[in-house]
């Protein structure tokens, strides 16, 4: 008797803590649920299982921000790249590199670019 009741409340700590985590019961499935923030931006890949699309632009929109992003036809974020790239610095990082959360011109590589700008042109 006194398993059951434990088990019971046991149960219901953790349907409680499921709810504040965003998830909730579909029969016997548990299922997260998602905010709609905007249009995704990446597409799958077979080889890096997902990539950016290519030549998109979007707005995405949540309760922490807005984000204005556009990405070019290489799928990078930034301009138009002249290829082959001369004289170019390579940032390889994750979300914060990229500025996920921020518009474009503001992240970490435009804001260096603009940085070299300003320097070159003193």
């Known amino acids: 008797m006194h398993t059951q009741?434990?088990?019971?409340?046991?149960?219901?700590?953790?349907?409680?803590?499921?709810?504040?985590?965003g998830h909730r019961r579909d029969g016997d499935a548990l299922v997260r649920t998602v905010r709609n923030v905007g249009p995704a931006?990446?597409?799958?890949?077979p080889v890096y299982r997902s990539s950016h699309k290519k030549s998109f632009t979007a707005t995405r929109i949540t309760p922490e921000f807005t984000m204005r992003i556009k990405l070019n036809a290489q799928g990078f974020r930034g301009p138009e790249l002249g290829l082959p790239v001369r004289n170019g610095i390579l940032?390889?990082?994750?979300?914060?590199?990229e500025g996920y959360g921020v518009n474009d011109g503001e992240e970490f590589p435009g804001s260096?670019?603009?940085?070299?700008?300003?320097a070159m042109a003193r």
Not at 91 to 97: K, P, Q, R, W
Request: positive net charge; contains cysteine; proline residues 0%.
């Open 41 to 45: 931006f990446s597409v799958f890949d």
């Open 91 to 97: 940032f390889i990082g994750d979300s914060y590199t």
């Open 112 to 118: 260096s670019a603009r940085g070299c700008r300003n």
């Open 5 to 21: 009741g434990l088990a019971r409340e046991v149960d219901c700590a953790g349907d409680f803590l499921r709810r504040r985590a």
